[in-house]
């Protein structure tokens, strides 16, 4: 389990992150939310359902953490909605509770004593705060760089990075009061899209990626038929153009080599990152 502390403009969160061999149940080789709450047509059997929520409600109780928020991030979009909007509710014990959403949901706004809950495998977690209010949400590739949108299309952002000031501007929060903050992203070295893919569309899709993303320099390189994406400066770039006042990218991933799943053998490998705003 790591520890990190984080501030992101007046906001002060404590972030922890386990690997999926720190379950420590025995048939549950990974951390897994939707199985759990039932989301996405997954479920899990009963006794190892009984387990992992007694693991979670010893970690929540451990970490001082007695309402978290688990918005359903599968698949990728650009929402960003208050805790109101999850829900249900899962109350592990008497001291401990997750709430959730069926819905899509990249992230919620968050309270002090509140803490976000998401299983990722190396995706970055972007942290927003201005004036009282502070967000926590899930980033990935697949809502940071869209070269299929089209402004008011689907009634998304391009990013969810703008999205995020959105959220903020309800709130009446400018972007230039705001402060964001990415953790936890893929090392560049290790997030490769092969151009030469024996697979043609898969091929296809990569080039017009690194052609998309040529409006964020930085944010890719090809070394040797392969493009490798940098989502820490990709995000700073965006953050940069919508005129956020304070914007940085700390703890990467490289940083905890363990926690980096995406790309690997067995794609069903999760982390489980919880993040408590203190302030």
């Known amino acids: 389990m790591y520890e990190l502390t984080a501030t992101v403009g007046e906001a002060k969160f404590t972030l922890w992150a386990f690997g999926p061999h720190e379950t420590q149940v025995p048939g549950l080789p990974s951390w897994?939310?939707?199985a759990l709450l039932g989301?996405?047509?997954?479920?899990?059997?009963?006794?190892?359902?009984?387990?992992?929520?007694?693991r979670l409600d010893g970690i929540l109780r451990d970490l001082h953490v007695r309402h978290a928020y688990a918005p359903n991030v599968n698949p990728?979009?650009?929402?960003?909605?208050p805790k109101s909007?999850?829900?249900?509710?899962?109350?592990?014990?008497?001291?401990?509770?997750?709430?959730?959403?069926?819905?899509?949901a990249d992230g919620v706004f968050i309270?002090?004593?509140?803490?976000?809950?998401?299983?990722?495998?190396?995706?970055?977690?972007l942290i927003g705060a201005g004036g009282a209010r502070a967000a926590c949400v899930h980033g990935?590739?697949?809502?940071?760089?869209?070269?299929?949108?089209?402004?008011?299309?689907?009634?998304?952002?391009?990013?969810?990075?703008?999205?995020?000031?959105?959220?903020?501007?309800?709130?009446n929060v400018p972007p230039d009061a705001?402060?964001?903050?990415?953790?936890?992203?893929?090392?560049?070295?290790?997030?490769?899209?092969?151009?030469?893919?024996?697979?043609?569309?898969?091929?296809?899709?990569?080039?017009?990626?690194?052609?998309?993303?040529?409006?964020?320099?930085?944010?890719?390189?090809v070394r040797e038929n392969t493009l490798f994406l940098n989502l820490?400066?990709?995000?700073?770039?965006?953050?940069?153009?919508?005129?956020v006042a304070e914007v940085s990218v700390t703890d990467s991933l490289s940083e905890y080599p363990d926690l980096v799943h995406t790309r690997k053998a067995d794609p069903q490998m999760r982390n489980l990152v919880i993040i408590r705003r203190d302030l």
């Open 32 to 34: 897994g939310l939707d």
């Open 39 to 54: 989301r996405g047509g997954k479920t899990l059997d009963p006794k190892l359902r009984k387990r992992l929520e007694a």
């Open 76 to 81: 990728p979009g650009t929402r960003i909605i």
């Open 85 to 104: 909007g999850l829900n249900y509710q899962l109350t592990l014990s008497r001291k401990t509770s997750i709430h959730w959403n069926y819905f899509q």
């Open 111 to 125: 309270e002090p004593g509140d803490a976000f809950l998401i299983c990722p495998a190396g995706c970055p977690i």
């Open 140 to 171: 990935c590739r697949a809502n940071m760089a869209r070269p299929g949108w089209k402004d008011g299309a689907d009634g998304e952002h391009e990013s969810i990075l703008f999205a995020l000031v959105e959220a903020f501007g309800k709130w």
């Open 178 to 221: 705001m402060a964001a903050r990415t953790v936890l992203h893929i090392p560049t070295d290790q997030f490769g899209h092969e151009l030469d893919h024996p697979d043609a569309a898969y091929r296809e899709a990569n080039y017009k990626l690194f052609a998309y993303l040529a409006k964020w320099p930085g944010s890719a390189e």
């Open 232 to 243: 820490g400066e990709l995000l700073l770039a965006q953050a940069r153009q919508a005129g």
